[in-house]
């Protein structure tokens, strides 16, 4: 289990920062004005306090070039990262919250 209860909402450089200190990142993209992005938020809590890893929220702001570095297509889009590397992504639209962990535990079984 995580010892974060929460996610932890970051800008792009500090990601990147997260990304090379943790061993496990799930990181949500979202934007504002995202209405599936508000209905993902308590989903994204569950997870961080199961999830051995890290969970952030990532707004890319005003850099929406971000989206298309990290291969976002659209938001709530998802990317795990393990040991500093882009590991995984996923962009379905809001994602139930045992798709979610698996994918964030990198379970490709369980999250497909």
Do not use: H, N, W
Not at 7 to 24: I, N
Not at 38 to 59: F, K, S
Not at 76 to 91: D, I, K
Request: aromatic share 6%.
């Amino acid at each position: 289990m995580s010892t974060e209860s929460k996610p932890r909402r970051v800008t792009v450089p500090e990601l990147r920062e997260l990304v090379e200190a943790e061993p496990l990142v799930l990181a949500e993209f979202y934007t504002r004005s995202c209405p599936a992005c508000d209905a993902q938020e308590p989903i994204l809590g569950g997870v961080a306090r199961e999830l051995d890893g890290v969970v952030a929220m990532v707004d890319p702001g005003e850099d929406l070039s971000a989206l298309e570095t990290f291969g976002i297509r659209s938001t709530p889009g998802f990317v795990r990262f393990e040991e500093g590397a882009q590991a995984g992504t996923l962009a379905d639209g809001v994602v139930a919250a045992d798709r979610l962990l698996a994918f964030a535990r990198g379970d490709a079984a369980d999250a497909a």
